[in-house]
């Protein structure tokens, strides 16, 4: 079985910083594709940011060049830095995994995994 666990989040100012982690459990990680989700209230799960099992990155428009995704298999676990936040970019964001996969890796519907999610609220 596998679990995902979120942490990083918090309240930060417009311009600001924040680093989230998705710690991952169970059978071997760097085998996973992995994915960060947000869903902001009121408004559907959305994209945001994935790295395949072979290290392909790929974000939306809306965080390119502010966010970068990253993983590191020997602490199997899966970062999302976000520089220079928005206040559009408040959200609770979910970490997501699926096995073996390097296709379709900004729907959700491609993952079999979710974490609980973790908070991020930013100020303006």
């Known amino acids: 079985q596998v679990q995902l666990v979120e942490s990083g989040g918090g309240l930060v100012q417009a311009g600001g910083s924040l680093r989230l982690s998705c710690a991952v459990s169970?059978?071997?990680?760097?085998?996973?594709?992995m994915g960060w989700f947000r869903q902001a209230p009121g408004k559907e799960r959305e994209f945001v940011a994935t790295i395949s099992w072979s290290g392909n990155t790929y974000y939306a428009d809306s965080v390119k060049g502010r966010f970068t995704i990253s993983r590191d298999n020997v602490q199997k676990t899966v970062y999302l830095q976000m520089n220079s936040l928005k206040p559009e970019d408040t959200a609770l964001y979910y970490c997501a995994a699926e096995y073996l996969r390097s296709t379709n890796l900004e729907r959700l519907q491609t993952y079999a995994y979710w974490g609980r999610g973790t908070q991020v609220t930013v100020s303006s």
């Open positions: 169970g059978r071997t990680f760097s085998n996973y594709a």
